[in-house]
Nanobody, 129 residues
Framework: QVQLVESGGGFVQAGGSLRLSCAASGRIFSNYIVGWFRQAPGMEREFVATVSRSGGSTYYADSVKGRFTISRDNAKNSMYLQLNSLKPEDTAVYYC??????????????????????WGQGTQVTVSS
């Protein structure tokens, strides 16, 4: 498994922006499809965004489409989530995750949490109204 460490969470007012980062170590990062999930208090973990191994394909949950942008830099073993136009309902712990898929096509991505085999510890994002 790859080890993942998130950073960049914090407290922001509605309409503001944050950039989350996730640093990977221990394996060849480009062998992994990666994604972001979030979990609000009392709620189940939900999918946010995913990006293919090449970075060429992305997919977003409807709730964040047009506001969040996922990206990756395989040379830096890192992935990112840019959060813009934040809303109070975006408040949650955000997790990065990696799906070991060395044989997948360069444009494949994963949207189910049970497809992911490595998870970070999470970073809190709090949006005030």
């Amino acid at each position: 498994q790859v080890q993942l460490v998130e950073s960049g969470g914090g407290f922001v007012q509605a309409g503001g922006s944050l950039r989350l980062s996730c640093a990977a170590s221990g394996r060849i990062f480009s062998n992994y499809i990666v994604g972001w999930f979030r979990q609000a208090p009392g709620m189940e973990r939900e999918f946010v965004a995913t990006v293919s191994r090449s970075g060429g394909s992305t997919y977003y949950a409807d709730s964040v489409k047009g506001r969040f942008t996922i990206s990756r830099d395989n040379a830096k073993n890192s992935m990112y989530l840019q959060l813009n136009s934040l809303k109070p309902e975006d408040t949650a712990v955000y997790y990065c995750a990696a799906d070991f898929s060395p044989s997948s096509s360069g444009n494949s991505y994963s949207i189910q949490d049970n497809e992911y085999d490595s998870w970070g510890q999470g970073t809190q994002v709090t949006v005030s109204s």
